[in-house]
């Protein structure tokens, strides 16, 4: 891969690997092999650089990254609330904002979103081209418009459906589901109304040269992701890895940077298989997983099913994963729902580290330990993932105990002073010492 590595070499003297670096308290040289090797990228858009963006990296070597969508809808669109949307997300420790607007206006919105977005910010382009002409009326042309225009306002990543083709849709006969990508369905009503192959696939060439100029990292999508666990790693999805593999490959020897996306729903024993034949077939470039969700039973609590196998997922080789929040497939989400579904996935990405022994990870968690041991509430609330939460929860309990302060408390309410192994236990530390 010669022209990925002379990518890599050329960012030498970038801020992006220096600080990105600095961050992850990682090599700046490591982080340069990886970008050439193709299993790492920096998704910054040269003019996102130039306003407000904090580089950030995505690859195996550095801590597992966490996304939120946001975007407004035909139903309900609201330039302010997806601005509410995405600093909750921040608040939350999001790693990079996808924009999925269908509704509003969506340039202004974009515009917005991406003038307050100090992380890596993705769309889906075809979203817009579909708004604008129509699931029938999409040509070449149009497609290449819209991507140049949201390349200079500054957009990072792309999602980009090449891989679902033609000859992939009878192999859906057989599923529960069908298809539950909104670019991979449009698509596929596209080419079977005019029996052609996918615009995207025929013209990806193009759409490199345009990435490649402004820096943006394809990441390039699963139209035909399984939606239900029934479906997960059936043959319709593998054939469209298989597509993914060989425009990751295309891609790269044009000198743009790729991830690639991966199932969202898989039940638990199927992840590290999926995870393992991604690998294989896309060449070691970063996998970015929806979840994935491990059943399909829990309407209302699928930022937990995603956790569980977000962490698997973390484990077994993927770098990104899409959170999902409370409201996935129900409706909407609201500012809360986001909060919810990024502390959700974050918990499964710090946990992923965890047990794959990613170098510093556990230190956190022995810090909190330690705090927790010692009855020191200051560290052990502002170590945790979501200290806002921790300390409501531990302020109403200290109320209830009537604790003078809460920092104070040498016992919680779960126990009570009597039985508090943690109190107990400093009594026996100092009887062993004396």
């Known amino acids: 891969m010669a022209t990925q590595l002379q990518i890599a070499r050329n960012r030498v003297i970038s801020d992006e690997v220096e600080s990105v670096a600095r961050v992850e308290d990682v090599d700046a040289e490591l982080i340069r092999d990886e970008i050439a090797a193709g299993r790492l990228v920096i998704p910054a858009n040269i ?63 974009r515009e917005k979103l991406l003038a307050r977005c100090p992380v890596p ?12 002409r129509g699931v029938e009326d999409i040509d070449g042309r149009i497609i290449l418009q819209i991507i140049e225009k949201q390349a200079g306002q500054g957009v990072d990543f792309f999602t980009i459906h090449a891989g679902i083709l033609r000859e992939h849709l009878p192999l859906l006969e057989n599923r529960v589901a069908g298809i539950v990508s909104r670019g991979g369905a449009l698509l596929a009503k596209w080419m079977l109304h005019h029996n052609k192959q996918n615009p995207l696939y025929e013209m990806f060439d193009d759409l490199c040269d345009i990435l490649a100029e402004y820096d943006i990292c394809f990441s390039l999508g699963d139209g035909l992701r399984p939606g239900a666990i029934a479906d997960a790693t059936d043959e319709a ?5 298989r597509t993914l593999g060989e425009l990751t490959a295309r891609a790269q020897e044009k000198g743009c940077q790729v991830m690639v996306e991966g199932p969202g729903h898989v039940p638990f024993d199927q992840i590290q298989y999926n995870m393992e034949i991604e690998q294989e077939i896309c060449h070691g470039a970063p996998f970015y997983v929806l979840g994935p969700l491990v059943t399909d039973v829990a309407p209302g609590y699928d930022h937990i099913t995603s956790a569980i196998g977000g962490t698997a997922a973390a484990f077994y080789g993927a770098s990104f994963l899409c959170y999902v929040t409370p409201k996935e497939h129900l409706g909407l989400p609201d500012a809360d729902d986001v909060r919810a579904g990024v502390i959700a996935s974050k918990i499964a990405a710090h946990a992923g580290d965890v047990a794959r022994g990613l170098e510093g990870t556990a230190e956190r968690d022995r810090k909190l330990s330690k705090a927790r041991t010692n009855l020191d509430w200051k560290t052990h609330l502002a170590e945790s993932l979501d200290p806002q939460t921790a300390e409501r929860m531990h302020n109403q309990a200290c109320e209830e105990m009537k604790a003078k302060r809460p920092d104070s408390a040498d016992y919680c309410s779960m126990c009570g002073e009597a039985w508090c192994s943690v109190r107990i236990n400093r009594e026996i530390h100092k009887a062993i010492k004396s």
């Open 47 to 109: 003019r996102h650089l130039k306003t407000n963006l904090v580089p950030a990296g995505i690859g195996r070597v550095l801590s597992t990254k966490v996304n939120a969508n946001i975007g407004a809808s035909s139903v309900r669109s609201s330039v302010k609330v997806e601005l509410d949307k995405m600093q909750a997300a921040l608040d939350a420790g999001a790693d990079a904002i996808m924009d999925l607007s269908t509704g509003g206006n969506l340039d202004e919105t």
């Open 121 to 132: 910010f993705g769309t889906v382009p075809i979203y817009q081209v579909i708004e604008n």
């Open 237 to 241: 999805q593998i054939a469209e890895l």
